[in-house]
Every structure is written in C-alpha cells, then in structure tokens.
C-alpha cells in the first residue's frame, strides 16, 4: 500500500524564520507529488506540484519544493513565514493509477 | 466562476437514516472524487470516477455508494449511516491529464456531517 508521512504534526515559527514541512512517500515509482494547503473552514488549495522534469518546483505564496528521488522525499519550504501561512498542509501523492493518497497533515503556526 | 460545490455544508443525523450529499463541479472535469477528512487520519479517499458511468473504491469505500451518471455531478450516498462516519468530507475534481502532466484536484468547500 502507498503511504505519505508528514513528519511533525504541528510546526511553529517566527514570522520571518525558514518555514520547512517534511514529506516522505513510499513509491516503487517517482509518482506525481503535491502540496495543498487548508485555510480554517475552507476546502484545500493546491500549493504546488511535481509531475516530471526540474525536481525543484516553485508554487504560489512564496512556497516551493524539492522532488529527491533518492530519499523519497518532497519537503515544502518558504524562506520567510508571513502571519497569513499559519495553515494545515498536507502532501499528497498519486503513484501510477488514479488514486490519490495525503498525508496526516501539519498545522503551521507563526509567531509574530 | 470555476468551482466545486457540495451540498449541505452542514447536516446532523441519526443512525440508519439514508442520506445524500451532492457534488458539482461547472469545469468540464472527467475525474471526480469523494474524501473523509479526520483527525490524525488526514484526506482518505472514499471512491472515485473517472468518467460517467466509471466509479472504483478508493481506500475506505465500506459504507458509501456513489453514481456518475451525468459528468458534473457526482453524489456521495450514504445508505444506513453509523456514528463512524461523523467527518468531514470534500468532493474533488480534475482534468484527467494524460502523459506527462496530471492536473491537480479542485476541492470543494467540504460538508460537515455528524451521525447521532
């Protein structure tokens, strides 16, 4: 079965600091990968995501993401936490097939 | 506007009385799907369709049925809910992509169901 981690349910930073998620999948294939994002009583919005080609992928709000295949990992980083990123992100795979699989989830919080 | 919609949002009901809720999406999308949104569970996806008349299970089917019989809409049926099935719930959507690009899901703005 596939499965996506999300290593640390809940994240804080400093407005201003580095903002870095964890997501690793198990795949036997390099799947399409994604970043949603869940603003409070909202329904997700996509972020960013990886299909083929350059494995660093540049998304909306400043977020990007690196694709290594050798780890199995596609961790989501902003240089600089804004007030308006304090979110549920959740990374999300779909392997070959057309199932898609998330993650649990990290819950952003920033510190003014 | 491009967008998913579901209906209700909200609804509150009792053990073992059938209910539906509905999904559409006005993008021409071929590829829809249902999800369960839990605590510590994250999105698990419930069942999908690829096209009309073309639904498979995703990972936690028990419990639901679903229909594409019209390309826009894709209806969550749950036929004699339990308390288990309290969750959040999102209806996506996609262009069915082929080759080398996938288009990512449209979500919509989930309905919040509580089984007494």
């Known amino acids: 079965a596939q499965s996506v981690t999300q290593l640390g349910s809940h994240v804080s930073v400093s407005e201003g600091a580095l903002v870095l998620l964890r997501c690793n999948y198990s795949s036997s294939v390099p799947p399409y990968l994604f970043w949603y994002v869940q603003y409070p009583n909202q329904g997700l919005q996509l972020l960013l995501k990886y299909t083929t080609g350059a494995t660093l992928v540049k998304g909306i709000n400043g977020f990007e993401a690196e694709f290594k295949k050798s780890e199995t990992s596609f961790h989501l980083t902003k240089p600089s936490a804004h007030m308006s990123d304090a979110a549920e992100y959740f990374c999300?795979?779909?392997?070959?097939?057309?199932?898609?699989?998330f993650g649990t989830g990290t819950s952003l919080t920033v510190i003014p | 506007e491009a967008q998913v919609t579901q209906n209700p949002r909200y609804l509150i009901t009792v053990t073992g009385k059938k209910l539906t809720v509905t999904c559409s999406q006005n993008m021409n999308h071929e590829y829809m799907s249902w999800y369960r949104q839990d605590p510590g569970l994250g999105l698990r996806q419930i069942y999908y369709s690829m096209n009309v008349e073309v639904t498979d299970k995703g990972d936690v089917p028990e419990g639901y049925k679903v229909s594409r019989k019209e390309k826009r809409n894709f209806p969550l049926i749950l036929e004699s809910p339990s308390p288990n099935q309290t969750s959040l719930y999102f209806c996506?959507?996609?262009?069915?992509?082929?080759?080398?690009?996938?288009?990512?899901?449209?979500f919509g703005p989930g309905t919040r169901l509580t089984v007494l």
């Open positions: 999300a795979v779909r392997p070959t097939g057309n199932q898609f699989y």
């Open positions: 996506a959507s996609s262009l069915r992509g082929s080759g080398v690009t996938y288009n990512e899901q449209f």
